[in-house]
């Protein structure tokens, strides 16, 4: 279960490293520019702690899939992008690919 844990930190931190990435206006801000790259360092250390017993498939997919919902939610609130029924209709169907590979999958890890 821990490895879940890591699993949604590093979507986290991966979804906070990008918000900052568009704040530092291509690394052209010191501050953003900095936490931006401790973040994705973070994601990515946190990332390989849940493979450890996570198959690497499922965590990839689930760390994409949610970090691409949670970006949008973080477009919406810092920088007023606001999706389309198209941008809606498509993260549904991620978030519900990610959801059947998740609950039907057998992948084992070796």
């Known amino acids: 279960m821990l490895n879940y844990v890591f699993l949604l930190?590093?979507?986290v931190m991966e979804a906070a490293g990008t918000t900052l990435l568009k704040m530092s206006e291509q690394?052209?801000?010191?501050v953003p520019s900095v936490f931006?790259?401790?973040c994705y360092i973070a994601s990515?250390?946190?990332?390989?702690?849940?493979?450890?017993?996570?198959p690497i498939g499922?965590?990839?997919a689930t760390w994409?899939?949610?970090?691409?919902?949670?970006?949008t939610v973080s477009g919406m609130f810092f920088f007023k992008q606001t999706p389309?029924?198209?941008a809606i209709i498509g993260?549904?169907?991620?978030?519900?690919?990610?959801?059947v590979l998740n609950l039907f999958s057998k992948m084992d890890i070796h």
């Open 9 to 11: 930190l590093a979507i």
């Open 27 to 30: 690394f052209t801000k010191l």
């Open 58 to 60: 499922i965590a990839y």
């Open 36 to 38: 931006s790259l401790l």
């Open 84 to 86: 389309d029924i198209g």
């Open 91 to 99: 993260l549904l169907l991620i978030i519900s690919g990610v959801a």
């Open 64 to 71: 994409s899939a949610l970090g691409i919902a949670l970006i």
């Open 44 to 54: 990515l250390y946190l990332l390989s702690l849940c493979l450890r017993t996570i």
